[in-house]
């Protein structure tokens, strides 16, 4: 069974600074993806950056960036030059790559972003 | 190009009841999956269904349950509604072929409300 774990329930970060949200997850399968989703007040669930397992570079998307350990089955999202508008719940997941389309979620990281 | 629609947005309903939640997936997209999000218990896989066939289905009683089109529209529907299937339930579609796992998409969710 695939387990994802988000062990900070909330974080602030200061505008312009950078903060960093953890994952943890486990799996018996060898091909997987990981996922950080972000989930606005409008509840619209967001792809923020997205990881192939075999794939030993770790993702990039602008400010958004991860850090993928995949022998400690770790995969933490770092956001750089922190904005307002990343201010929302922030969603680990993880999906095997054969078979239906099931997504695991973590708890989820509340991200408060100070002026 | 039109993004995930759900419908309704809102619905409260009553103990014993049943209800229909409706979405269309993005032009093309022949995976639907559906999500329950609760406070307490986060997001949860409840089914997926790809060409009209489930092909996965999460850990809920059978009074839940879905179905999907040939245009790949998807209900899901609740029967018996109880006081805990308060929840905003999420649909996602994603291309999803045989043998491979492709980026999921968001609808806007549907909040309902059992009283």
């Known amino acids: 069974a695939q387990t994802v774990t988000q062990s900070q329930p909330e974080m602030s970060v200061q505008e312009a600074e950078t903060v960093t949200l953890s994952c943890t997850y486990d799996?018996?399968?060898?091909?997987?993806?990981l996922f950080w989703y972000k989930q606005p007040p409008s509840r619209q669930m967001i792809l923020v950056i997205r990881?192939?397992?075999?794939?030993?570079q770790n993702a990039t998307e602008n400010r958004f960036s991860v850090n993928f350990q995949k022998a400690a089955k770790s995969f933490s999202l770092k956001i750089s030059d922190s904005q307002l508008g990343d201010a929302a719940m922030y969603f680990c997941a993880s999906l095997i790559i054969q078979g239906a389309q099931k997504l695991v979620f973590g708890q989820g990281t509340r991200l408060t972003i100070n002026p | 190009k039109a993004g995930v629609t759900q419908t309704p947005r809102y619905l409260i309903k009553t103990r014993g009841q049943q209800v229909t939640l409706s979405c269309s997936p993005i032009?093309?997209?022949?995976?639907v999956s559906w999500y329950q999000q609760t406070p307490g218990q986060g997001l949860q896989f409840l089914f997926e269904?790809?060409?009209?066939?489930?092909?996965n289905k999460g850990n809920f009683p059978g009074r839940f349950s879905g179905r999907q089109f040939s245009n790949s529209r998807s209900e899901m529907n609740v029967s018996t509604l109880e006081l805990g299937d308060s929840a905003l339930y999420l649909c996602?579609?994603?291309?999803?072929?045989?043998?491979?796992?492709?980026?999921?998409?968001f609808g806007q969710g549907t909040r309902l409300t059992v009283v």
């Open positions: 996602a579609s994603s291309l999803a072929g045989t043998g491979e796992n492709t980026e999921a998409f």
């Open positions: 799996t018996s399968e060898s091909d997987y993806y």
């Open positions: 269904y790809f060409s009209e066939t489930q092909r």
């Open positions: 032009s093309g997209h022949r995976s």
């Open positions: 990881q192939e397992a075999y794939k030993q």
